[in-house]
């Protein structure tokens, strides 16, 4: 299937998700031809040839057409912050599927809006929850036990040894900055919170008390609509992880605690910690990469026909935790905090 599609062209290939993506999708689908779109030429071809069966072309995001020639491509990923969606213009113009991954709760409107009001010519898949989906994915995987679910709450752990591209750290800024008051659903509303709301402590893997700040990202939204918890919040925080402090490599953690009904009838809260040497960096080139399969329909389903999709409404969540756990994932899952019989 991957040789009869035109290059998926991947704007921003050369940075640190960008070039994990390159290695993400080389790993899955070792025939997709790819052309690497950047500003960095010298960066580019070297991206370019190392993954072989893909090709540098210099892009200019400014321009409607991005500065690229009049060319068929197989799909439209775009691994940069940008306000032009001028990447989307150029998918939508030769219809062809479009997927973007660095946009928070706050930032998506354009492209909704442009969806909403013109008629969807294209699958447009809107990634920029944490880690592009992998975070919610593995929530919901979790969330499946549960029979009715009461509360989420998500907080994501740097390490702060993790490898972290500038284009990361710069997004993870903006969001606070632009965002200063996170959103959050609190029994049942929608609330943008202030300090001291908006701050609290959780106890990491390792089992160091961190202060962590609640953050407006597309997961809390997107948990809120699938599950119907009436309350959903995610959070940030930095410190070192079990995996550095039992002497290995800086590690990404991800602590998600579940709160309900299970399906047995008990009623009390789950705790699962996932850490993988991977980083935010390389969870997120997974996660753009799941994506771009469920887009081009080479997992299994067919090709998304055209409409507006986020990650958790068509990538299976055990298929994406099974990813996780083979790129050396390790998943610790409490005993249930049990606080009452449901019968």
């Known amino acids: 299937m991957a040789k009869s599609i035109s290059p998926i062209l991947l704007i921003g290939g050369t940075g640190m998700v960008g070039s994990k993506v390159v290695e993400h999708i080389r790993r899955l689908h070792p025939d997709l031809p790819l052309a690497i779109a950047a500003r960095d030429a010298v960066r580019g071809r070297e991206v370019a040839e190392r993954a072989g069966n893909a090709e540098f072309l210099t892009v200019d995001l400014t321009r409607p057409d991005l500065g690229l020639p009049a060319r068929p ?3 439209v990923v775009a691994l940069v912050k940008e306000n032009t969606l001028n990447p989307l213009r150029l998918a939508e113009a030769a219809s062809i599927p479009y997927l973007s991954m660095a946009d928070g709760a706050f930032e998506i409107a354009p492209a909704v809006a442009r969806h909403i009001l013109r008629p969807p010519t294209v699958p447009m898949l809107l990634a920029g929850q944490w880690a592009s989906g992998v975070t919610s994915l593995a929530t919901l995987h979790y969330a499946r036990k549960f029979e009715q679910v009461h509360s989420i709450e998500v907080t994501v752990i740097m390490d702060p040894d993790e490898p972290a591209g500038p284009m990361a750290t710069s997004d993870v800024e903006q969001i606070m900055l632009n965002s200063p008051r996170p959103l959050m659903l609190r029994e049942g509303r929608w609330q943008w919170v202030a300090e001291p709301r908006s701050t609290r402590k959780v106890v990491t893997a390792a089992g160091e008390t961190v202060e962590v700040q609640a953050m407006s990202v597309l997961d809390t939204v997107d948990l809120a609509a699938i599950t119907d918890a009436q309350s959903v919040r995610f959070d940030f925080g930095s410190a070192m992880t079990a995996a550095r402090k039992a002497g290995g490599p800086a590690a990404h953690e991800m602590i ?5 009904v299970l399906k047995d009838g008990r009623t009390g809260q789950m ?8 980083g935010a960096s390389g969870l997120t080139a997974l996660g753009v990469t799941l994506g771009l399969e469920r887009l081009l329909g080479l997992a299994g389903a067919p090709p998304l026909a055209p409409g507006l999709y986020v990650p958790e409404s068509v990538i299976d969540p055990a298929y994406a935790v099974k990813r996780v756990l083979e790129l050396g ?3 610790s899952e409490a005993p249930l905090q049990e606080t009452r019989s449901a019968a």
């Open 73 to 75: 491509f197989g799909a």
């Open 256 to 260: 998600i605690v579940i709160e309900g």
């Open 271 to 278: 705790r699962v910690d996932i850490e993988t040497s991977q």
């Open 329 to 331: 994932g390790k998943l």
